[in-house]
């Protein structure tokens, strides 16, 4: 009898947190995931980033991941489903 195949793992879900109050627009979260992220200038001159997905899809995990890390205003965070 062959032996039982392990399912693949599937990270939990997403979701991403925008502290707007402190976002500068300095858009390092668009180059690093230009699909979730995208930063605009807004009235008076200030940039804001705009949430394209807020539970983005697996397959842009390390995209996103990398837009929390390089983040120079620390303004992101993930919170991970259960």
């Given at each position: ?23 500068q627009g300095h858009a390092v ?9 995208r930063v605009r200038e807004r ?16 397959v842009l995990r390390a995209q ?19």
């Amino acid at each position: 009898m062959p032996a039982a195949v392990p399912p693949p793992f599937v990270s939990p879900p997403v979701r991403i947190v925008v502290d707007l109050e402190l976002c500068q627009g300095h858009a390092v979260c668009q180059e690093e995931a230009p699909t979730v992220f995208r930063v605009r200038e807004r009235a008076g001159g200030y940039a804001r980033v705009e949430l394209l997905q807020a539970e983005p899809p697996d397959v842009l995990r390390a995209q996103v991941l990398a837009a929390v890390r390089y983040c120079p205003n620390r303004v992101l965070s993930i919170l991970e489903e259960k």
